[in-house]
């Protein structure tokens, strides 16, 4: 395989830990954008021609040119970008508030897209690259409690489905990954954010907050085995719009899908009407 060279947020654990190890194995170059380069001192002792660590918080959009920058300046091209910084704040809509929801659109759509827009340049100039945007099974469906993480990550697909369409003309592509729950530290208790439980909604959310609490280590998606996945699919000629990771994903997913379509069907003639009667039919392009 032609050793390529990645951008990887939020490397120091996790899916990017993952990632980081499984593309620095195959051959390639990583830049591990972490806010703690301690986190992959190791990976930079094991492999210090390849691997360059990078202080960086993926919620400042202003630090993004930067990263790209330092890339290019390291490793004289930029092949993959991998978004894949993130958390989740679990709670009712009234228990979350403005700030909480700010900071994971911060976290999951405005610093991810500054970051793309600081990396198109340099691949459009070769005529390739790959986009990863780590989205969720959260990013295609969404129940109590996770509205935050849910509107942060259907914001980042929308987002990224109108810029593979941007792109692909340039020879970029864009893949975003939906996992279902991987043994990462997603649900650890420094990571995962619980709001208060207000006396409205303890009850009702009480399922939703122990379920999250105490998933951490009984996950059944193997990080590793993801990874490889997605540095093979990377180096493929092919990659998906969309990639469910995991068989909770896939059925949960399909079943959004399923039911979807059939709501449409169910209130077509009711939604039809709103249109002017005779009117002829929509003959735009897309």
Known sequence: MTAQTWIITGASRGFGRALAESALAAGDRVVTAVRRPDSVADLAAKYPETCLVARFDARDVTAAAGLVRATLDRFGQLDVLVNNAGRAVVGAVEEVSDAQLRELMDLHLFGPAALVRAALPAMRARGAGTIVQMSSQGGRMSF?????????????????????????????????VEPSRFRTDFNAGDVLEFTEASETYRDLLAAVRADMAGADGRQEGDPARAAEIIVSLVHGDEVPLRLPLGREATERISGVYRRGLAE??????????????????SSRPI
Do not use: H
């Not at 929308?158 to 340039?170: H, K, M, Q, R």
């Open 144 to 176: 109590p409690g996770v509205s935050t993480y849910s509107a942060s990550k259907f914001a980042l697909e929308g987002w990224s489905e109108a810029l593979a369409g941007e792109v692909a003309p340039f020879g970029i592509r864009v893949m975003i």
């Open 264 to 281: 449409v069907e169910r209130w077509s003639e009711t939604a039809a009407a709103a249109d002017f009667p005779n009117a002829p039919a």
